[in-house]
């Protein structure tokens, strides 16, 4: 297996645009290739992620950004794992280039929905869920992530400020992040004041719908080498599955696929978790950002909410998480969320993170999930 | 990079059922596991493709699958290339085996549309196109194909009864097809007579909408010689584009995916095209098969429609062309397509396609094509 690097990454501001999904995979793809330093045809192949390709009538979108960057001939794969999409395109991007498939090759994911009414916008998300048990019978995210935090609070204490906790630092986070869907700070009582979605979940418990793409040039060591001083690797990457559906599993507090895909990607990476300086994790709802640090292992089981509470995640806390302002503030746009989140380790690697720089950032992880767990992908990014 | 094995391959017949795409993804996937004498946690990961979830509001299919077969830990990570799905997905399962991240691999492609009436489908059929330059300006596949034979004819002579010829072969074939979606000859004369659905294509050059599911199980060497005295090996993958959209082409009478995606694999098999003993190709429509066989290399350009009404395309001509029935009469579940091929390959190279057995299959080439070849994978199998 060779070794694989991430030449460049970039991304659209996130939040609501004008554009169509296909003109911002474009404008990231085409800054992503100008900041690799390389000319559009040396992409050799891509892989394009879109989950809801349904809300602008467009399926196939891998040929039509292609064309659009003038390489129509490279090969663009749609890939698909709900709001995990972006990682598991990564993830087989860097397996075609691990392999010696491909030299040099485009990872790009983009989104559109802000021009949905919500209840289209929410039913398209729940075609994610297990839709015939769960989506089509009325239990979209906000109510499966719900059972989830209070099954979580039922065992182990967990309250709801703690989970408050989470959207004040990951809202804090994003005033540096000027690609963030959302610059406003929140306190623990504008969370708790905010509209119930589903009990216990507030609405700024909640990431938001938001528009955006993002995209990576992902290369051959040698190609690395050749442009740029700073080469930043993917040393390790993992993925795993759990139940489509949230009643199949034995228990609700743990994300059995975000713990095995963890120990796949160390495990192929080489190091222990101890050496990972900060990471990005799938914080689609407060109780996810707890349930991930506790899983990936940062923290304890159960000891997530106490350890938010407490600072630890914080931007100046022994293991930052979310410094981009994660999903909550950064925003998620589905597909483009997971190659995002390279762009975040990305700069923070090559130390260009600005007033969210991380001191001492070598190591990142990356970490997304798909629905309530069935897909996760976790990625391990080292500055060599 | 490792040889790449198919252990099994099984499809459930094509055509019109009852059950939804998921049901028909598990029944094919259990057969094809079965069918390769393992069991079912022996299976490490998937690759799942499903083009028309919207079909039935679900995306992220994957895990759902998984789930079903008592494996939900097993990563399935979904692939979309419209109807070059199947194949884009066994082309990414061939990889991550070949590369050594998995020994056991299922593929897994399902379609349900006959539920829909023919405009929803026709215009979820569409969103594989550019639709904002194509599909959203009523130019769906039918009308984008007939401006190909058009061409086709104009430049070359080819003949609506040479086209015809396309029909009546593949109609023939299928009739020793147990899983065919059509058991009816039909000749000339009724092809020609047959409604116009764009001319000069008329509905028996039209491949139907059809449901079902394939599946396929790879793997390495190792487990392949374990369990098989009769190894089927992929030794050839290649995957390419072309332009999205129909009119940023120079030549409207070759597809330029197929050439590339062709040399690609032939070079990686490290044989000559003269050595493949019959093919599996994208005919949707009868153009499509007429331009497929001459892009491959079969016979010359501009001399498909004449070499397919002179019989070398015959089951017992010089280079069978889609001895399944291909998508003209084995029928055309978007997604279980390129799979399907996998099965027919599967049951040619092992001598058990009973009466629509080719005598001295060795070799087989399997071409698959998305929309009017924005996504062309090809694979050539070889029994070893």
Same mark, same amino acid.
């Given at each position: 297996m060779r070794s694989v690097y991430v030449l460049a990454a970039a991304q659209t501001k996130?939040?609501? =645009?004008?554009?169509?999904a296909r003109e911002a995979a474009v404008i990231a793809a085409k800054e992503a290739i100008e900041l690799a330093g390389i000319?559009?045809?040396?992409?050799e192949g891509a892989f394009v992620t879109n989950a809801f390709g349904v809300a602008e009538r467009q399926g196939h979108l891998g040929p039509i950004i292609m064309s659009s960057l003038g390489i129509p001939e490279a090969p663009a794969t749609t890939v698909e794992s709900a709001c995990a999409s972006g990682g598991s395109a990564l993830r087989e991007a860097f397996i075609n280039v691990a392999a010696g498939f491909y030299d040099v090759m485009l990872v790009v994911g983009s989104e559109k929905v802000?021009?949905?009414d919500t209840l289209t916008a929410t039913t398209y998300f729940s075609?994610?869920? @297990?839709?015939?048990?769960e989506g089509g019978n009325a239990a979209g995210f906000p109510g499966l992530y719900a059972a989830m935090a209070t099954a979580h609070m039922n065992r182990y204490g967990t309250t709801e400020e703690q989970m408050a906790f989470v959207s004040v630092k990951n809202h804090k986070n994003a =005033?540096?992040?000027?690609?963030? $869907?959302f610059h406003k700070e929140v306190t623990v009582e504008d969370v708790l004041n905010s =509209?119930?979605?589903?009990s216990p979940l507030k609405l700024f418990d909640c990431c938001p719908f938001s528009d955006g793409a993002a995209a990576a040039v992902l290369c051959s060591e040698e190609i690395a080498k050749r442009h740029t001083d700073t080469p930043i690797s993917i040393i390790g990457s993992g993925r795993a599955g759990t139940s489509g559906?949230?009643? @199949?599993?034995?228990?609700?507090?743990?994300?059995a696929s975000t713990v095995l895909a963890v120990r796949q990607a160390l495990k192929q990476a080489h190091i222990?978790?101890?050496?990972?300086?900060f990471a990005e994790v799938h @914080?689609?709802?407060t109780i996810a950002e707890i349930m991930a640090i506790e899983d990936i292992g940062f923290?304890?089981?159960?000891?997530g909410g106490k350890a938010t509470e407490e600072g630890l995640? @914080?931007?100046?806390?022994n293991i930052p998480i979310?410094?981009?302002?994660?999903?909550?503030?950064?925003? $998620?746009?589905v597909a483009a969320t997971g190659i995002g989140q390279v762009v975040e380790a990305f700069e923070q690697l090559r130390v260009?993170?600005?007033?969210?720089q991380i001191d001492g950032a070598e190591v990142a992880l990356l970490h997304n999930i798909g629905a309530t767990g069935g897909s996760c992908a976790v990625h391990i990014l080292r500055r060599d």
């Open positions: 996130f939040g609501k =645009m004008r554009k169509t000319e559009a045809d040396e992409v802000s021009h949905l075609y994610g869920s @297990d839709y015939l048990l =005033m540096f992040n000027p690609k963030a $869907h =509209m119930v979605v589903t559906a949230l009643h @199949d599993r034995e228990e609700l507090t743990t994300i222990a978790l101890e050496e990972v300086n @914080d689609c709802f923290v304890e089981k159960g000891e995640t @914080d931007l100046d806390g979310n410094p981009s302002g994660g999903l909550k503030a950064k925003g $998620h746009p260009e993170a600005g007033k969210r």
